[in-house]
């Protein structure tokens, strides 16, 4: 299910009653599909959103999609945050599948794990390196910038939450 931002007293709503969404690697593992389910028909194994890398020399392509975590604060559009086999995470707008909003390398190895916080503002991502990286996001502007970086004693984070 896609996490919803916090009211007005900070706490979380209640889970929805809108769409199951599941978010993974596609076809072409470097790609994210976005299926909805539940719904009827929903058999097919084609997803109804596909964020594609397309390659080029001043875009080139992250790799394999590692994790990936869907986000739609209030009042926007559905958004995936993506983490890549070259250590970048990735901002995408389902509505805009064909080009990222934005990226950062935040880690020398693949991203393994993405969180992004109830109030949709910030994030989390570990990775095969050392460290865990905070990250803020301002869904609305399309950016995404690192914020701290906490180092581990040994490398390797398979996972991240994050608890309100």
Known sequence: AVPAAQ??????????????LLALP??????????QLGQQGSSSSRPGVLLS???????????LCMAVTLVQP?????????????GSVVLWDARQPNQPLTS????????????????????FSGS???YV?????NIPTGQLQPSRQAELPEPGVADVAVRA
């Open 104 to 123: 950062a390398k935040l880690h020398s190895e693949a991203v393994m794990c993405v969180a992004v916080g109830p109030d949709c503002t910030s994030g």
């Open 7 to 20: 009211d007005a007293e900070g706490a979380a709503p209640a889970v929805s009653s809108g769409p199951c």
């Open 53 to 63: 890398q397309h390659r080029s020399q001043e875009r080139p392509r992250h790799g």
């Open 26 to 35: 596609a076809a072409d593992a470097a790609d994210v599909g976005i299926w």
């Open 74 to 86: 209030q009042g926007c559009a559905l958004h995936a945050v993506a983490g890549y086999e070259d």
């Open 133 to 137: 990286t905070s990250f803020k996001l």
């Open 128 to 130: 095969a390196d050392k």
